[in-house]
Every structure is written in C-alpha cells, then in structure tokens.
C-alpha cells in the first residue's frame, strides 16, 4: 500500500542502489557547474591540439584552415 505523496524507492541496477533522494539532490546541485566545466575543457582541447574537423566550422576561426587557392 503506497501513500499519495510517498516517495518511491528507485530501484537502479548493481552498484547504484545505494543512491538515495539526498545523493539525486546533491548532484543536480552540481550540474550546472558539470555542464560548464565539461564544455570549457572540450573548448580547450579544440584551441590546444587545433581540432580542424570541428574548428573548421567555426565562424572567425575557420579563416584559419582556408587554403589558398591558384
């Protein structure tokens, strides 16, 4: 017998049922700054190692990878 306005238990397979309700909250409290992080560092790795197949459609930076033609 369930209660209206009982929270259910998840049932999540293997080593992820010991995640609760406060270890859900916690974490969507964090990934805003998951999200940020995430895209910084993968923008990062594109300037650092100079990523043509994904640069190349960039707008201002595409300029780069044009070759000249004869």
């Known amino acids: 017998m369930s209660l209206p306005g009982a929270a259910t238990k998840?049932?999540?397979p293997g080593?992820?049922?010991s995640i609760g309700k406060k270890q859900i909250?916690?974490?969507?409290?964090w990934l805003?700054?998951?999200i940020?992080?995430?895209t910084t560092a993968g923008l990062g790795v594109c300037y650092f190692t100079d990523w043509k197949v994904v640069l190349q459609y960039l707008p201002y930076y595409?300029?780069?990878?044009?070759?000249?033609?004869e």
């Open 32 to 34: 805003g700054s998951g």
């Open 62 to 69: 595409n300029g780069k990878f044009k070759e000249a033609e």
């Open 25 to 29: 909250e916690i974490a969507s409290q």
């Open 10 to 12: 998840l049932s999540l």
């Open 36 to 38: 940020a992080f995430g």
């Open 15 to 17: 080593p992820l049922k």
